[in-house]
């Protein structure tokens, strides 16, 4: 199917198909034209790489999974997949950090909030 069907069928923007293309993470076939030719499984892989997106992982740890998510690879996941659980956890380590300062500073301005009306009353 052409990128627009593709879009239309996948939920996700032309552009955002070929940011994913640019970057590795699917391969369209082609047309005789040269228009992009889309089939069900590479957007099936489009809604995994929304998926991992959407958690948050940057684009440099969804291609290093990928593969094994979606083509059932085992060659070498052992090793692999264990750095990969180790940069997952790191990153997840540095979000959690961050929220946790998000939360003290929202809860320094629920506290000012609060002081400011009583200050109105």
Known sequence: MKISEASRASGV????????????????????????????????????????????????????????????????ADAACAEFLHEVQSYRDRLAARIAILSGQQAALDAYLREARRADL
Not at 30 to 42: E, L
Not at 48 to 57: A, C, D, H, N, P
């Open 13 to 76: 923007s032309a552009r955002s198909l070929r940011h994913y293309e640019d970057e590795g993470l699917i391969v369209s076939g082609r047309f005789s034209n040269g228009f992009r030719d889309y089939c069900q499984s590479t957007l099936d892989r489009v809604l995994v790489i929304r998926s991992l997106l959407e958690s948050g992982l940057p684009v440099r740890l969804i291609r290093e999974v990928l593969p094994r998510l979606t083509d059932g690879s085992d060659a070498g």
